[in-house]
């Protein structure tokens, strides 16, 4: 019983990161209709500057922050200079534009870093509180819910009570009339990927003190199970994205407890398929949302 | 007056083809400020292309707009700086948001926000249904909201396409008063003769995207053309 708590505590908290990521994938197939098989390597160039600026400057909360800002840009740059030019009459033409781009960030960060392994510090002890006997939860867990918490939150009221967040959803919606009514669709849209990398790049710099360390395929693993999570939350549903995340992590958490970590990738894509085959539009999908 | 510079929107001599088929041909028109000004024709007569000329929709191969004596070229994302509003016939709303939000994407008076939004729905009598969200609506509703979210942005010229289309006698009434009451110039795509005749300073006929004939709605009633026109034979 012990070990499933601990299993169940240390599921969420992986999941809060999942969810985090699988929230970014949300964001832009709301915004774009396109899933962005590229959020991994973005988020991995993301944690490199980050990475880079905290060894230089010995903070790593300046790196953390150069981080999430440099993935506000990127995000800004892939939608302006490579997404906004896919033609959208087949849904796989952005899919393999954003695995080209995959292959060209992992292949740079490669040539200027080298591939392997160097290993991130977590900003505050990853040693777990003693709870009525049962090791549960660590300060850096805490840290992770908190910061997934308050990203959850901000998103929250950004597109609910904003009129930025208003027009960002408009412009998703409908892009014709949004135009009509005076809304910039494509700053809009630009803005959205511009806030999904951002989250992504949070997410990533989240998950990596509890991985080997930074490497260009650091968030392989990441994207696969927040990919996951997004599916089975179906792809259109934030609230989906993050209950999605947190089963997923659960999954992961009590698959490596009881099996074995090295079974953990295989479980999670057993689940997608799993998923993918059974209830394709996912368990908070709306069929109205996927007519419109 | 003629020493003036000549306010409001005017249409030079437009012309649009898509492909072989002539949508417009040579038409002029002018939309001073505070008229209500109609245009009407049998279906393909090229009203919606007009429109869609001045909302940047369609560009036209010869011809001119000026907005205020000034050369036009509309874009659809900058009507609504210019102070032009315009409904769609299909009633395009954003099925995900609620009626309140759907009009507070088209207030732009910063500040203003939910007040400004609620002002219009209730110049509409749809208030009530703020927190709805517009599929649930019938449809004579929905087309209430679309003309609250066209009015919330205070327009100085609002564009109305079709707003009769699928209403019954008391809504037509209603939407008629709305019309002659908004203190804005009115550009009215329709296809109800009452109500185009009730609530027009000046009417349009388009017939296979020419214009046959331009005047009050007196005149259009007299003119022969439009007869002809509407109904296929010499009157």
């Known amino acids: 019983m012990d070990r499933f708590l601990y299993l169940t505590f240390d599921g969420l908290s992986r999941g809060a990161v999942y969810a985090a990521f699988a929230l970014a994938l949300v964001l832009i197939w709301r915004a774009a209709r396109i899933v962005n098989f590229a959020q991994g390597a973005m988020a ?51 899919v393999v534009v954003a695995l080209g781009l995959v292959l060209i960030i992992q292949g740079v960060l490669g040539m ?125 549903s934030p609230v989906g994205a993050v209950v999605g995340g947190l089963v997923v992590g659960l999954v992961l958490a009590y698959v490596s407890g009881y099996f074995g970590a090295t079974v953990a990738p295989m479980a999670v894509l057993f689940l997608l398929v799993a998923v993918l085959l059974t209830r394709p539009a996912g368990l908070f999908a709306k069929a109205k949302a996927r007519t419109a | 007056m003629s020493t003036h510079v000549e306010q409001g929107l005017s249409l030079h001599d437009i012309t649009v083809r898509f492909g072989g088929l002539v949508a417009l041909e040579d038409v002029s028109l002018r939309v001073s400020p505070g008229r209500v000004v109609g245009v009407i024709g049998p279906n393909g007569a090229g009203k919606t292309t007009l429109f869609n000329v001045v909302c940047g929709f369609a560009v036209p191969q010869s011809g001119s707009i000026t907005l205020d004596g000034k050369a036009f070229s509309p874009k659809p994302h900058q009507l609504a700086r210019h102070g032009i509003a315009r409904t769609l016939q299909g009633v395009g709303q954003f099925n995900g948001m609620t009626v309140l939000e759907n009009v507070l994407v088209g207030v732009r008076h910063r500040g203003a926000g939910t007040a400004a939004a609620y002002e219009a729905l209730e110049r509409c009598g749809v208030a009530d249904v703020a927190d709805a969200y517009p599929a649930s609506l019938p449809n004579a509703r929905r087309k209430r909201v679309e003309l609250a979210r066209a009015l919330a942005s205070r327009p100085r010229i609002l564009m109305l396409d079709e707003p009769a289309g699928g209403l019954d006698g008391a809504e037509i009434d209603w939407l008629a008063e709305l019309i002659k009451a908004v203190d804005t110039t009115v550009l009215l795509v329709e296809h109800h003769m009452d109500l185009v005749m009730s609530v027009c300073d000046e009417i349009l006929v388009l017939d296979f995207g020419k214009p046959i004939a331009l005047g009050s709605p007196a005149e259009i009633r007299a003119d022969d053309k439009v007869t002809e026109a509407y109904l296929g034979t010499a009157a």
């Open chain 1, 112 to 236: 200027i870093y080298g591939n392997e392994f160097r290993p991130v510090e977590a900003p505050f002890s990853r040693d777990a509180f003693l709870i009525g006997g049962v090791a549960l939860l660590s300060r850096y867990d805490l840290f992770v819910f908190a910061a997934v918490g308050a990203v959850v939150v901000l998103l929250t009221l950004l597109f609910t009570r904003t009129p930025t967040g208003l027009r960002m959803r408009a412009a998703a919606f409908a892009p014709d009339v949004s135009r009509l009514l005076g809304v910039p669709v494509g700053g809009m849209l630009t803005l959205g990927w511009a806030l999904a990398a951002a989250v992504g790049s949070l997410a990533g710099m989240l998950v990596l003190p509890t991985e080997l360390g930074l490497h260009p395929n650091a968030m392989d693993l990441l994207f696969i199970s927040a990919f996951t999570a997004a599916v089975l939350g179906g792809l259109d």
């Open chain 1, 44 to 94: 991995v160039a993301t944690a490199y500057a980050g990475y880079s600026v905290a060894n230089a400057t010995g903070s790593y909360w300046l790196g953390f922050l150069t981080a999430v800002v440099a993935g506000l840009l990127l995000g800004a740059v892939v939608e302006r200079v490579v997404m906004r030019f896919v033609d959208h009459s087949s849904p796989l033409n952005g």
